[in-house]
């Protein structure tokens, strides 16, 4: 089969799709296994490397997907994620290490004997096609009878919210629809694994949020195995049963969304999946460490050695805010980890404020904190004498290892 990236890969084999798996179970490491009642992953990555001459873009990557699960591969441009989608859809190499789709090892398999469906980018609509006759255009090669082409291209219409649009041409379309017609003819000859190649990213923000609700849906519905890769770190949030996070080659990271957010294992991820503060430390007990003049006690063990160097983190939305000085009671102020601070910015954001403040002390850190309106509405932000009172709560506190 000849590959260009102008126009759409589809190709098929008989699947049987299982359920998918609850998304809120518990992930163990990256390289094991979710759990013991899965049964076998669909889809198992063993080993991969790819370098592209001395540039290494994968290193020693496994990961396991499982029948009807929804993976996304998050990380920055440049860290290996597509070069992982291209490989797993044989347009791609590796240069070494094993690809494994329904227990039959694809590692060396063209791509027209892989079973996969992909979206692209840029669609890759063949213009002068109609939206049915994208949408066929697989099924017309594979040569099946014409009365069920047109009952599946009916069906996938109706799938994809495309009613009365048949018979338009691509620049007849939206953005919005376009895509739809393109995951149309990727479903179309019902494959075991759907690929999406950053498929929202040229569409404008509202309907970026309701396509990927709705790819969202469609995946759960049909119970297709789909690996997607993204950039956007809410859509990975709101789209994925488990997210991969990929740095320079390599995973650094694999979790639900809830835990990839909250319990991030490393600065990159916790600075790379929405908004960190980070404070540089010093370890002063097991349960406590220093920024500055500032002592701040932890609701997890440190387990770095005392006085060694260490980052502090926590999210913006995890700060309480007590209040202004002057205008609370002492008790208040009496709590562990209270800090004050000085307005230098705001940022409004509709339903609050991102507030960044230089905490008073000799470090004279500045740390990011979130507002709701509510409590926002009544800062008198203009006063050159405000000063805010806040708490860093202590089991909400991040430690990581200063590298």
Same mark, same amino acid.
């Given at each position: 089969?000849?590959?260009?990236?102008?126009?759409?890969v589809?190709?098929?084999?008989?699947?049987?799709?299982?359920?998918?798996?609850?998304?809120?179970?518990?992930?163990?490491?990256?390289?094991?296994?979710?759990?013991?009642?899965?049964?076998?992953?669909?889809?198992?990555?063993?080993?991969?490397?790819?370098?592209?001459?001395?540039?290494?873009?994968?290193?020693?990557i496994?990961?396991?997907?499982?029948?009807?699960?929804?993976?996304?591969?998050?990380?920055?441009?440049?860290?290996?994620?597509?070069t992982?989608?291209?490989?797993?859809?044989?347009?791609?190499?590796?240069?070494?290490?094993?690809?494994?789709?329904g227990?039959?090892?694809? %590692?060396?398999?063209?791509? %027209?004997?892989?079973?996969?469906?992909?979206?692209?980018?840029?669609?890759?609509?063949?213009?002068?096609?109609t939206?049915?006759?994208?949408i066929?255009?697989?099924?017309?090669?594979? &040569?099946?009878?014409?009365?069920?082409?047109?009952?599946?291209?009916?069906?996938?219409?109706?799938?994809?919210?495309?009613?009365?649009?048949?018979?338009?041409?691509?620049?007849? /379309?939206?953005?919005?629809?376009?895509?739809?017609v393109?995951?149309?003819?990727?479903?179309?000859?019902?494959?075991g694994?759907?690929?999406?190649?950053?498929?929202?990213?040229?569409?404008?923000a509202?309907?970026?949020?309701?396509?990927?609700?709705?790819?969202?849906?469609?995946?759960?519905?049909?119970?297709?195995?789909?690996?997607?890769v993204?950039?956007?770190?809410?859509?990975?949030?709101?789209?994925?049963?488990?997210?991969?996070?990929?740095?320079?080659?390599?995973?650094?990271?694999? &979790?639900?969304?809830?835990?990839?957010?909250?319990?991030?294992?490393?600065?990159?991820?916790?600075?790379?999946?929405?908004? /960190?503060?980070?404070?540089k430390?010093?370890?002063?007990?097991?349960?406590?460490?220093?920024? &500055?003049?500032?002592?701040?006690?932890?609701?997890?063990?440190?387990?770095?050695?005392?006085?060694?160097?260490?980052?502090?983190?926590?999210?913006?939305?995890?700060?309480?805010?007590?209040?202004?000085?002057?205008?609370?009671?002492?008790?208040?102020?009496?709590?562990?980890?209270?800090l004050?601070?000085?307005?230098?910015?705001?940022?409004?954001?509709?339903?609050?404020?991102?507030?960044?403040v230089?905490?008073?002390?000799?470090?004279r850190?500045?740390?990011?904190?979130?507002?709701?309106?509510?409590?926002?509405?009544?800062?008198?932000?203009?006063?050159?004498?405000?000063?805010?009172?806040?708490?860093?709560?202590p089991?909400?506190?991040?430690?990581?290892?200063?590298?």
């Amino acid at each position: 089969m000849t590959y260009s990236s102008e126009f759409p890969v589809t190709t098929s084999q008989s699947q049987t799709h299982q359920n998918p798996p609850p998304i809120d179970r518990l992930i163990q490491p990256q390289n094991q296994p979710i759990g013991t009642n899965l049964g076998e992953p669909y889809l198992r990555i063993e080993g991969v490397n790819k370098s592209f001459g001395s540039f290494v873009a994968l290193r020693e990557i496994y990961l396991d997907v499982y029948p009807g699960e929804f993976v996304c591969l998050l990380g920055p441009s440049g860290c290996g994620k597509t070069t992982l989608l291209r490989i797993i859809a044989g347009l791609e190499q590796q240069t070494s290490g094993r690809v494994i789709q329904g227990g039959k090892d694809v %590692s060396n398999l063209p791509t %027209s004997r892989r079973d996969f469906g992909i979206v692209f980018q840029s669609y890759a609509l063949f213009p002068n096609l109609t939206v049915e006759q994208n949408i066929g255009y697989g099924l017309h090669n594979e &040569g099946r009878p014409k009365s069920e082409i047109q009952a599946k291209v009916n069906e996938l219409i109706d799938l994809v919210g495309l009613e009365g649009n048949a018979h338009k041409y691509p620049s007849q /379309m939206s953005g919005g629809q376009q895509q739809r017609v393109a995951l149309a003819r990727a479903l179309a000859q019902s494959p075991g694994l759907l690929l999406l190649d950053e498929p929202l990213s040229a569409l404008d923000a509202k309907v970026r949020e309701k396509l990927r609700s709705e790819i969202t849906h469609l995946q759960k519905r049909l119970g297709i195995t789909t690996v997607m890769v993204t950039h956007d770190q809410a859509e990975a949030l709101s789209m994925a049963d488990r997210v991969v996070v990929m740095d320079k080659g390599y995973i650094a990271q694999v &979790g639900t969304p809830h835990n990839i957010y909250q319990e991030p294992n490393s600065p990159f991820v916790a600075n790379f999946i929405g908004i /960190m503060n980070f404070l540089k430390g010093i370890v002063l007990a097991s349960n406590q460490v220093c920024c &500055g003049n500032i002592t701040l006690s932890t609701g997890v063990q440190v387990l770095e050695p005392i006085h060694s160097n260490v980052t502090i983190a926590i999210r913006p939305e995890d700060i309480k805010f007590l209040g202004e000085v002057g205008a609370i009671s002492s008790p208040l102020l009496d709590r562990p980890n209270v800090l004050i601070a000085n307005i230098n910015s705001l940022e409004f954001l509709g339903a609050g404020y991102l507030v960044n403040v230089s905490l008073e002390g000799d470090s004279r850190e500045e740390i990011l904190v979130n507002l709701p309106i509510e409590i926002a509405r009544k800062i008198n932000f203009n006063s050159s004498q405000c000063r805010l009172a806040l708490q860093l709560p202590p089991e909400l506190i991040k430690i990581f290892p200063t590298a």
